[in-house]
């Protein structure tokens, strides 16, 4: 179920894109087509998606193409890809330490691979390398336990020296004397990025030619239930919507949404902010993280280095962050590659994380019956987006979690069985 | 940055404080006899509201105190702080 490949695009019909149209549209200054419909909700549905962001979407495109579930609605109270989908830095990784999350993320990292065919639309998924310092004996030993673990799990992840490491990214400082200094580097080759406005619309696209209902500025206000329990549907700014399953994928907002249906959560809501700098030529060839010093820098097609650091330190949903934390992230940056330090920042803004106490995801059914959930994938949601929805359609579809889903279900926290990425994967928290 | 009025030092700014989680979380009183869903709940499960939350502060850089402060999450606004042990205001 896990090796299953999203369909090729032949199965969905849907404008394809060549040199020819790009360049006819260029010369006549002809405007694109939507692509996406934008219809009104329907009174009923037979899946409702919550969360119009890139794993929402990709859900209600699975459902659709692999299981051949197409009267989905995806309500979005914004637009689509407007949350922590258009927020994040892009980063593309599958080498993760427990076996369970590194089957996870390596099963996106696969979907990443061929999704642009897959969709028959561009995601600008680039492989470009990324590769995580080791500034202290503890960062060697942790770095190198995470080589080991994904090689046995057949992930590739190798261990550079210094040299290696600067020669792989050559802003890079590793004198020895450097305020931060470089004591080696993991690398995943086929980690990279991809650009994250192009794999909303691109599910978005796909889905709705699939059938798939995408309505935006449509928020949920409740979550409607029967005499046994079970969800039939919801309410919303656009009416009442009924549905027999629904999937919430709402990130940030899912504590909010599962109370609807009177469930609470084991979530805490954080902002995570990000920034852009002025574009420059090409500087950055890779991806840099750096989990001790909070900070990943990589360089956009456009140009802009484009930074994130940790969360900020105290839940909140208000989607910007504090410049202290922006600014320690920064002097970090500008330790690590000196050269950076005359660049001068565009732009910077916040997302709404949802942070699991074990900081790994939660996929899977819910008590009550009907009811489905996606989320808490914290700080680093974007890389899962093709595996996230894959495994929830199926989910979804199949009333029971997909094999990769299902050691990460909501009862791991009443059994003990927690996946603890906290202080293993390189995340910054 | 948060302006953060400490119970004892007054206003200072958010870098010299910790967050320390929520608040007015109760451990289970006979913790032998505690089911699962009871350490779940207690260890695990949060309210995570959008709007009014009553939460733990450390003061690290200054008084070195715990207090509990009521903030909106939405405008990150401190309503009020309070001692330890005091109840949580209306």
């Avoid at chain 1, 894959?390 to 979804?396: G, K, R, S």
């Amino acid at each position: 179920m896990s090796d299953r490949q999203t369909p090729a695009r032949a199965s969905f019909p849907g404008a394809t894109f060549s040199v020819w149209s790009l360049l006819r549209r260029t010369l006549t200054a002809e405007p694109w087509p939507a692509q996406w419909r934008s219809p009104d909700p329907q009174p009923a549905y037979d899946v409702i998606i919550v969360g119009g962001g890139g794993h929402g979407l990709a859900t209600a495109h699975y459902l659709a193409a692999e299981h051949g579930i197409r009267k989905v609605a995806v309500l979005e109270k914004g637009w689509i890809g407007g949350g922590n989908t258009g927020r994040n830095t892009t980063i593309i990784r599958s080498n993760y330490l427990w076996d369970e999350s590194a089957a996870l993320y390596e099963h996106a990292l696969k979907l990443w691979e061929t999704l642009s065919q897959a969709l028959g639309y561009n995601v600008m998924y680039s492989a470009r390398g990324v590769m995580m310092l080791a500034h202290d004996e503890h960062d060697v030993r942790s770095l190198k336990r995470h080589v080991h673990a994904n090689r046995l799990n057949g992930i590739d992840n190798e261990w550079l020296s210094p040299a290696q490491a600067q020669a792989f990214c050559p802003p890079l400082d590793i004198s020895p004397n450097a305020r931060h200094p470089v004591l080696g580097a993991a690398l995943q080759r086929r980690g990279g990025v991809a650009r994250h406005d192009a794999v909303a619309w691109a599910y978005a696209r796909a889905a709705s030619a699939q059938g798939v209902d995408i309505i935006e500025s449509c928020e949920v206000t409740a979550i409607r239930r029967g005499r046994n329990g079970a969800v039939t549907g919801v309410e919303t700014t656009r009416g009442p919507i009924a549905a027999p399953r629904i999937g919430v994928v709402a990130a940030g907002h899912t504590s909010v949404l599962m109370d609807m249906a009177g469930m609470r959560m084991p979530l805490e809501s954080f902002p995570l902010q990000a920034l852009v700098s002025e574009p420059v030529k090409p500087v950055m060839p890779c991806v840099v993280m750096s989990n001790t010093v909070h900070a990943y820098v990589s360089q956009s097609d456009k140009g802009e280095l484009v930074i994130g650091g940790g969360t900020d330190i105290y839940p909140s949903y208000a989607q910007r962050g504090a410049l202290h934390v922006s600014a320690h992230t920064l002097e970090a940056i500008c330790e690590l590659f000196p050269r950076f330090r005359r660049l001068r920042m565009l732009r910077s803004w916040g997302g709404i994380v949802d942070v699991t106490p074990d900081r790994s995801p939660i996929v899977g059914p819910t008590p009550v019956p009907g009811l489905f959930v996606n989320c808490g994938w914290g700080t680093g949601g974007f890389k899962a987006t093709p595996g996230s929805g894959h495994v929830f359609a199926a989910t979804i579809a199949a009333g029971t979690p997909h094999p990769l889903a299902a050691p990460f279900g909501l009862d791991r926290f009443r059994t003990g069985r927690l996946i603890d990425e906290a202080a293993a994967a390189a995340v910054a928290h | 940055m948060l302006l953060i009025p400490c119970p004892w030092c007054g206003k200072r700014p958010e870098l010299e404080f910790r967050h320390a989680g929520p608040a007015h979380l109760v451990r289970p009183a006979d913790p032998a006899a505690a089911d699962d869903d009871t350490w779940a709940a207690y260890l695990y499960i949060r309210d995570n509201p959008k709007g009014r939350h009553a939460e733990r502060w450390r003061h690290v850089h200054g008084c070195g105190r715990f207090f509990n402060a009521v903030r909106d999450t939405v405008t990150d606004r401190i309503a009020t702080t309070y001692k330890p042990g005091e109840a949580p205001p209306a």
